[in-house]
């Protein structure tokens, strides 16, 4: 009998290279990492860091290597990632969250994606968009009598 924690469906882990190997983390521990770090305003920091002003860039990419729990690039080892690989791992990170709430029920992680800055829902109208004629008037912005432009 299979362990009841035992799954053979994908388990939801974020992975990302970390420029040695892949690694694979529990999304929820990072994001609390993001959003608890004592030295890190993610919002704010990360704003700044992605406009290059120092020394927040700096201090950004030094909380993120704790976070994900990669280093900077060492020259003479040829190991770690560059600061602009490391950076880039909270694009992957958000990534990794619109796959899994798109594949999660409704309403688990919507305020996960929002501080984040990922959709939480399609842009869906409130009714179907009316077909515009050749004016660029739909039917019903058409006075009587007015011309369709056709």
Known sequence: MPLPFTRKKPRGLFEFHDGTKIRRADPF????????????????????AE???E???????ECLCEIF???RW????????????????????QECLELLKK???PGQMPFLLSVL???TSPEVPDEP??????????????KPGEPTGS
């Not at 990072?30 to 704003?47: M, S, V």
């Not at 020394?55 to 990419?61: K, L, N, R, V, Y």
């Not at 968009?129 to 058409?142: H, I």
């Open 55 to 61: 020394p927040e860039t700096t201090a950004t990419i």
């Open 29 to 48: 521990v990072i994001w609390r990492k993001l959003f608890t770090h004592p030295k890190l305003n993610f919002q704010e920091h990360l704003a700044l």
């Open 117 to 119: 800055g990922c959709s």
């Open 129 to 142: 968009p009316k077909p515009s004629l050749d004016s660029g008037k739909t039917a019903d912005e058409l």
């Open 74 to 93: 060492d020259e003479a080892a040829q190991t770690g990632l560059t600061d602009w690989e490391i950076l880039a791992l909270v694009g992957q990170f």
């Open 103 to 105: 594949s999660s029920s």
């Open 51 to 53: 406009q290059g002003q």
């Open 69 to 71: 729990g990669v280093s």
